[in-house]
């Protein structure tokens, strides 16, 4: 049986039509081989940081990560409840 590990990760974006540039904030959760098993973004299933975003500002689909400042880890924030 393999053990899951959940990570929370900030992301950087930039629209290749407006340019505008933001972040969000994803919780990975890997198996113990290291491979994404599942991604959440505000509590919710979803796709890899890297696949199928939206700009929040113009809606386009030119979406990509931005690799200067790339992935680093953040603090996990506890659930609330």
Not at 17 to 42: F, K, N, S, T
Request: hydrophobic fraction near 35%.
């Amino acid at each position: 049986m393999r053990e899951i590990h959940a990570f929370t990760e900030a992301w950087d974006f930039q629209c290749l039509r407006c340019l505008h540039v933001w972040e969000d904030i994803y919780e990975a959760c890997h198996a113990d081989d290291g491979r994404p098993v599942v991604w959440r973004r505000q509590g919710l299933v979803t796709t890899a940081p890297w696949a199928d975003q939206n700009c929040p500002s113009c809606s386009a689909p030119q979406v990509k990560p931005l690799p200067s400042r790339g992935r680093r880890d953040v603090p996990r924030i506890p659930p609330q409840g």
